[in-house]
T-cell receptor, first 115, second 111 residues
Framework: ETGVTQTPRHLVMGMTNKKSLKCEQHLGHNAMYWYKQSAKKPLELMFVYSLEERVENNSVPSRFSPECPNSSHLFLHLHTLQPEDSALYLC??????????????FGPGTRLTVL | DQQVKQNSPSLSVQEGRISILNCDYTNSMFDYFLWYKKYPAEGPTFLISISSIKDKNEDGRFTVFLNKSAKHLSLHIVPSQPGDSAVYFCAASAGARQLTFGSGTQLTVLP
């Protein structure tokens, strides 16, 4: 148990569906991240929120839409996804001190399958 | 182009022996390096880190070595235990910004 929870753990959706992934951290951190992990590939950073402000967006398609209502919660809204978006989606959090992004603590991930 | 490379997708080691996991990087601006361990159906968990001002950091059975001139780091696990069987990711950051991960190495410790 890392103090970062993600729901749901598994999600199957059609290409026309709209769904949301949820992440919650109980560590008092002030930075949260979404990563995508495809088979045999490195973790790809999708979004970073620090102090509730999005500070990085690595050219992720607009069918992925993040939301960070407060420092403990992070959402990833999904709509009109493609089969190639099937992957493990990991949430992480860390404590940002000044400009330092400290070690990140990961949730268990949501295994997403797009049909 | 991958800036952090783990060229061995898998490694098998006998219990009690040393496991050595390797990682190479290309970005000379990287100044902080981390190792994460991942079990199936779980997220990665932080294992050990090293700053570029050091060349070695030790924590129990785990030691990370950094060779800046070769842009290479390695994780040594001694002695290896069956519970160490997992995927190990190395990661690096430049100027305390986002982490760049390698593709991982599956370690199997044989009893």
């Amino acid at each position: 148990e890392t103090g970062v929870t993600q729901t749901p753990r598994h999600l199957v959706m059609g290409m026309t569906n709209k769904k949301s992934l949820k992440c919650e951290q109980h560590l008092g951190h002030n930075a949260m991240y979404w990563y995508k992990q495809s088979a045999k590939k490195p973790l790809e950073l999708m979004f970073v929120y620090s102090l509730e402000e999005r500070v990085e967006n690595n050219s992720v398609p607009s069918r992925f839409s993040p939301e960070c209502p407060n420092s403990s919660h992070l959402f990833l809204h999904l709509h009109t996804l493609q089969p190639e978006d099937s992957a493990l989606y990991l949430c992480a959090s860390s404590l940002r001190r000044g400009t330092l992004y400290n070690e990140q603590f990961f949730g268990p991930g949501t295994r997403l399958t797009v049909l | 182009d991958q800036q952090v490379k783990q060229n061995s997708p898998s490694l098998s080691v006998q219990e009690g022996r040393i496991s050595i996991l390797n990682c190479d990087y290309t970005n000379s601006m990287f100044d902080y390096f981390l190792w994460y361990k991942k079990y199936p159906a779980e997220g990665p968990t932080f294992l050990i880190s090293i700053s570029s001002i050091k060349d070695k950091n030790e924590d129990g059975r785990f030691t990370v070595f950094l060779n800046k001139s070769a842009k290479h780091l390695s994780l040594h696990i001694v002695p290896s235990q069956p519970g160490d069987s997992a995927v190990y990711f190395c990661a690096a950051s430049a100027g305390a910004r986002q982490l760049t991960f390698g593709s991982g190495t599956q370690l199997t410790v044989l009893p």
